[in-house]
């Protein structure tokens, strides 16, 4: 099974901030990364899929980056409603989650 | 629109079997996968297995002898199965539209579980 591991687990920011969020996956996933906000009480939602392709209606603040192993998101100006917690999620063999960063308000 | 909703009991007796449900609309079970996933309190997804759009289906690994998935494509629907509930199984459930080169894109709001006596 592919183990993916997801730094840092916690961030502190202030709006404005340009801030990066890693993934480290056990094996070659071949780009089949996708990143997910997800909110208190709410489903995850797709920000970003196959490494560095932007969902429909998400703000071009957002972008991904990598290959093999190591990808990125990155969040180029953080706005007040970014404050979430994000998780990678291969999906180059079955599915596996990275263990999620909560991003915080400093 | 893509729409998913899961349905079952919120309540479970430890030992006991969870069955719950999800309604998709929007979109057919014979052209896209559909995985469950769940989410204890505070913790990051685990993906817990998948029905394929041809009717196939996958496990995690770790719940493979407890999980069962299978499908009413006439109604819609996808179910899951899981005996031998214990109180770490405590969650939200969700499950979720999986493209074949796109991974999970659509979610349903998710259940709560809880396995308490």
């Known amino acids: 099974d592919i183990q993916m591991t997801q730094s840092p687990s916690f961030l502190s920011a202030s709006v404005g901030d340009r801030v990066t969020i890693n993934c480290k996956a056990s094996q070659n996933i071949n780009k089949y990364l996708n990143w997910y906000q997800q909110k208190l009480g709410e489903a995850p939602k797709r920000l970003i899929y196959n490494t560095n392709n932007l969902q429909t209606g998400i703000p071009s603040r957002f972008s991904g980056s990598g290959s093999g192993t190591d990808y990125t998101l990155t969040i180029s100006s953080l706005q007040p409603e970014d404050f979430a917690t994000y998780f990678c999620?291969?999906?180059?063999?079955?599915?596996?989650f990275g263990s999620g960063t909560k991003l915080e308000i400093k | 629109q893509v729409q998913l909703k899961e349905s079952g009991p919120g309540l479970v007796q430890p030992s006991e079997t969870l069955s719950l449900t999800c309604t998709v609309s929007g979109f057919s079970l014979t052209s896209y996968s559909v995985s469950w996933v769940r989410q204890p309190s505070g913790k990051g997804p685990e993906w817990m297995g998948r029905m394929w759009y041809d009717g196939d289906t996958a496990y995690n690994s770790a719940l493979k002898s407890r999980l069962s998935i299978s499908r009413d494509t006439s109604k819609n629907q996808v179910f899951l199965k899981m005996n031998s509930l214990q109180t770490d199984d405590t969650g939200t459930y969700y499950c979720?539209?999986?493209?074949?080169?796109?991974?999970?894109?659509?979610w349903g709001q998710g259940v709560m579980v809880t396995v308490s006596s």
């Open positions: 999620l291969q999906h180059n063999s079955f599915l596996t």
């Open positions: 979720t539209r999986v493209l074949n080169y796109g991974g999970p894109d659509y």
